[in-house]
């Protein structure tokens, strides 16, 4: 197990470095002028090359990159025209609109984007594992084709037009839920969660249909398994099987593509914050990119992968847990 987490741990290591040298040129250059774009259309050429200048584009690539990398590890500095500004560490630049830095404009929104994407993260693994367990469990009966339907249903609506039903059903129509008005849980928890009910359950209902049908099929591959076959040989309930023994080998890819989908999550559930107007890092990409705010695209990009990265180390811990035979792969 030691040396699979450290093999784990290298290649995350390296697979953020990797991202990073891919984002870095894909922003920084391809583009062009980007001093032209810090700048804004109206400047002058001497003002373009002042801005050239403090951002160190005039040196060779590897040097401009090697300044990005500071930034990330020790801080850099900015000039601001009549002084110097600090960006500490994890440097990710200053936003070319509000002259703020990036990583406390990130901060800030973060907090409303894990809470969505923890709440419905939830909601939606036990939705879709127990609908999966439910289908295996019923396997054969009209059960399982009503919940494959409903699935396959799930997986084919966006969640927008979910969204839409559920705020026409239970906020207009019925007026059991508000429409959500995002309060920071530090302020009142009880109504952070009410507030974020309606998302939670809009993201769960689309998200949890790839679950079931996964939980489904990985518990079929595990049940038809020999050494299932040979505890069903020796008399052992159909309930024991599936609950302690086909279930923790067939969690396997469960688990992966939950770190999948949580990681990204972190990065902004870009339709869900629009529709719900909840203040998080997906609503904050989009302002990003129309007002064409290179290191806000590019902080919100990395962040998006480390989240990625970390949210699949954690998986492998959790997938050499529950199947050593994933530590010997």
Known sequence: MKWFLLRRLGGA??????????????????????????????????????????????DPLYVQYGHFLQGLFVGRDYSTGTGVLHCQAPCLGLSYQSDQQVTELILAKLPATASLALGAFALWMLLGVGTGLLSVWRRGRLTERVLTWITLAGMATPVFVIGLLLIIILVTALQILPFPDYVPLTEDPEQW?????????????????PYARMTRASMLETLAEDH?????????????????????????????????DIGSMFGGAVLTESLFGIPGVGRELVDAVK????????????????????ANAVADILQAMADRRVVLA
């Open 13 to 58: 290591v390296f697979v953020l470095l990797a991202l990073s040298i891919i984002v870095y040129a894909a922003f920084y250059v391809a583009p062009g002028n980007v001093a032209q774009i810090a700048c804004g259309p109206r400047c002058s050429p001497a003002q373009v090359a002042q801005v050239s200048e403090q951002l160190h584009l005039g």
């Open 193 to 209: 969660a009410w507030n974020l009910l309606l998302p939670w359950i809009s993201l769960a209902l689309v998200s949890a249909a």
């Open 228 to 260: 299932v076959r040979t505890f069903r040989a020796y008399g052992v309930g159909e309930r024991a099987l599936v609950g302690r023994h086909a279930l923790r080998g067939a969690l396997a890819p469960v688990i992966a593509l939950g770190a999948l």
């Open 291 to 310: 007002h064409v705010d290179l290191p806000v695209v590019v902080g919100l990009v990395l962040v998006t992968g480390f989240f990625v990265v970390l």
